[in-house]
């Protein structure tokens, strides 16, 4: 599995795409490394950036076996946790899918600018992307940034093919998660 010293292999991309693939879906190895030489070859391979992006949300997110008191040491801290997101910004800049743990890991600590700060960064990002969009709507009602919702509301007007249901689930999370009924009202009147 080792491509070294054949670039002519390492260059022949759909065949590292698949092997990035089958490595996470083994689960055996890291397939960090597989997706950072594509994106070598070809820096906006899109099916590589969203791999590497949740390679990165994996990291942050797994959670390690318990050891009792030893188990404190062994799990990541939240500053180790953001740290590991903006590496990954570094190396995938504006992505959303980082943009958006990334909100919600300063969420959990309680630094509500920064969160808004993340998320909205990740909404602008990706206008386009209905996902991203109502996540980062949900995430940042619940974050004290109504304001910024209703700044950047028209950017989710504009999304072409953009069907009711969206509106509609956008909605029924806010009643769900008691945000207000102003906001489940307004999301409904847009579908």
Do not use: N
Not at 74 to 94: C, D, F, M, N, V
Not at 96 to 113: C, I, N, R, V
Request: proline fraction near 5%; charged fraction near 25%.
């Amino acid at each position: 599995l080792a491509f070294t010293g054949l670039p002519e292999v390492a260059a022949y991309v759909p065949a590292l795409v698949r092997l990035g693939a089958l490595s996470e879906e083994r689960g055996d190895r890291d397939p960090m490394s597989i997706w950072r030489r594509v994106l070598a070859v070809e820096p906006q391979h899109a099916e590589a950036r969203a791999a590497l992006a949740q390679v990165y949300v994996k990291k942050v997110q797994e959670e390690r076996p318990r050891y009792g008191w030893f188990d404190r040491l062994r799990r990541r801290s939240e500053k180790e946790k953001i740290a590991l997101l903006q590496e990954g910004l570094r190396e995938l800049p504006g992505h959303p899918t980082l943009l958006l743990e990334l909100g919600d890991q300063y969420a959990a600590l309680g630094k509500s600018k920064d969160a808004r700060a993340s998320y909205t960064q990740a909404w602008e990002a990706a206008p386009q992307q209905a996902s991203v969009v109502a996540a980062a709507m949900h995430s940042l009602l619940h974050a004290g940034g109504g304001d910024i919702v209703k700044r950047l509301l028209p950017t989710a007007r504009e999304m072409p093919g953009l069907l009711a249901l969206f509106w509609v689930d956008v909605g029924r999370s806010a009643l769900h998660c008691q945000l207000g009924q102003a906001w489940t009202d307004l999301f409904w009147a847009e579908a």
